[in-house]
């Protein structure tokens, strides 16, 4: 399975952007698919899923209630709405696919990474 992230930029504090990852390379509807984070200097952070079909969601308290994830099997996509972001926010977001349940620990696939700066 191949992904690829893009969307990230510099935007203001409070300010919205939506990334999104192209899968390629295996039936896209048979993955949970996730979103990572890592800032400067900070560990690798889970902060979203997304089951296969689409119905079920977690995210993390630290971006509960301003991004949403969420995936269009048709067109073998995953996204995430970024919304009333901050300058912790920052930082370099990856998205993951796990045919299982290891999503949130040990994804068995990696995007390359697109970087997000939120400006104060």
């Known amino acids: 399975v191949q992904l690829q992230a893009f969307g990230g930029g510099l935007v203001q504090a409070g300010g919205s952007l939506r990334l999104s990852c192209a899968a390629s390379?295996?039936?896209?509807?048979?993955?949970?698919m996730g979103w990572f984070r890592q800032a400067p200097g900070k560990e690798r952070e889970f902060i979203a899923s997304?089951?296969?079909?689409?119905?079920?969601?977690y995210h993390a308290d630290s971006v509960k209630g301003r991004f949403t994830i969420s995936r269009d099997n048709a067109k073998n996509m995953v996204y995430l709405q970024m919304n009333s972001l901050k300058p912790e926010d920052t930082a370099v977001y990856y998205c993951?696919?796990?045919?299982?349940?290891?999503?949130?620990?040990?994804?068995?696939?990696w995007g390359q990474g697109t970087l997000v700066t939120v400006s104060s």
């Open positions: 993951a696919a796990d045919p299982g349940s290891a999503i949130a620990k040990s994804p068995t696939y």
């Open positions: 390379g295996r039936t896209f509807s048979s993955l949970i």
């Open positions: 997304i089951t296969r079909s689409g119905g079920g969601t």
